[in-house]
Nanobody, 124 residues
């Protein structure tokens, strides 16, 4: 039974920082490419960033590049999303997702497993 559980969301002021976690069970994290996506009310789910299986190479959407960083801890079977210099437009439900691929996939429809999401609210 594969399960992804996000945590660490909440309310933060503009310019602040927040670190999200995605704990995986039922799969070996190091064998999966892990993506982070976000969805704001009334908007489509959008790609935020991805970390590739094996070498751990990362790729980010232009909207978050330079502010967000993805990392992983294979011993804890957990991936992280460090978010800095947060803006109100970053407000969304953040989801982690997993796929057995060596590619840096950015399309949500290509991911196999999903977490339930965690709310991030950035106030002005």
């Amino acid at each position: 039974q594969v399960r992804l559980v996000e945590s660490g969301g909440g309310l933060v002021q503009s310019g602040g920082s927040m670190k999200l976690s995605c704990a995986a069970s039922g799969l070996t994290l190091s064998s999966y490419t892990m993506g982070w996506f976000r969805q704001a009310p009334g908007k489509e789910r959008e790609f935020a960033g991805v970390i590739r299986r094996g070498d751990g190479h990362t790729y980010y959407a232009d909207s978050v590049k330079g502010r967000f960083t993805i990392s992983r801890d294979n011993a804890k079977n957990t991936v992280y999303l460090q978010m800095n210099s947060l803006k109100p437009e970053d407000t969304a439900v953040y989801y982690c997702a997993a796929v057995s691929s060596a590619l840096l996939l950015t399309s949500a429809r290509l991911y196999t497993y999903w977490g339930q999401g965690t709310q991030v609210t950035v106030s002005s």
